[in-house]
């Protein structure tokens, strides 16, 4: 369908505190943790740029400089490690192209729908990606190349849907499904953090979504809803309806990195994974729960 415009641009909310991270995120922006030898936000950005996405918009804050380091060029590493015949793959492969990424501040911690409006002057009038980088995803293709394979398909506003345990609704946006087609699901309605015993399904939004530009236009008049902040679900919901709006149930795994058990599995079986690391942590941990 040729009315469907292409997703170029892609949001990162980074100015959150990281106050669940304390003493590691005193000085350091939370998205810097790594998980084995990557920071967080490496892992979403690598997910944006191999689903197509070609502008990196960091909505950031105070303290968040070693991000804007983390993707910039290091003269003195590059210079250091060229000296002594290293391979620069490792450090090469982030660099941006000239101007990207784009960092816009969010002065003030008013919730993530507001995060994502400060970013709107340079979204425009297109679709845009958000993608929370707490939330690692970890599959083939990744999460978001997922999402926009079926957003050529259907186009509207797309947002990642699973199923969490019934005990967690409260912690996420929940979703009213609706039909079922494959990986989609009709949305016919997301609430953000239902309080106990009142969510009408166990399908969260684990923070990859694609929203139509019309969302920012709703964030111009903001409203304040769970927790008092003002929340991107509370205004992508009032797209329902208006436009097609479907769930994405992806095909992989999900780490809840802004969780200290899930950041800690995160590393567990990243490093299981890895060729070189992987035998003398399996072997580590088999003794440890021996
Ligand atoms: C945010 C979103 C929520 C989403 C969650 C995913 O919540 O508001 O809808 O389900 O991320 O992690 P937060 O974790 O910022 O409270």
Known sequence: MSSIKPLRKAVFPVAGLGTRFLPA???????????????????????????????????????????????????????TMKARGKSLALIENIRQTPGSPVYVRQQEPLGLGHAVWCAREIVGDEPFAVLLPDELMVGTPGFLAQMVEAYHRVGGNLIGALEVAPEETDKYGI??????????TEVLEVIEKPKQGTA??????????ILQPEVMKILDNPVKGAGGEIQLTDAMAQLIGKQPFHGYTFAGDRYDCGDKAG??????????????????????????LS
């Not at 009408?200 to 979504?209: E, F």
């Not at 590393?267 to 992987?278: C, F, H, Q, S």
């Open 25 to 79: 995120t005193k000085s350091m922006p939370k998205e810097m943790l790594t998980v084995v030898d990557k920071p967080l936000i490496q892992y979403a950005v690598e997910e944006a740029l191999e689903a197509g996405i070609e502008q990196i918009i960091f909505v950031t804050g105070r303290g968040k400089g070693a991000l804007e380091d983390h993707f910039d060029i290091s003269y003195e590493l590059e210079a």
């Open 175 to 184: 979703i009213t499904p609706g039909a079922v087609d494959g990986p989609l």
């Open 200 to 209: 009408k399904s166990n399908l969260m939004t684990p923070g990859r979504y």
């Open 263 to 288: 950041f800690i599995q995160a590393n567990l079986a990243l490093a299981l994974a890895r060729e070189d690391i992987g035998p003398s942590v399996r072997a580590f941990a088999q003794t440890l």
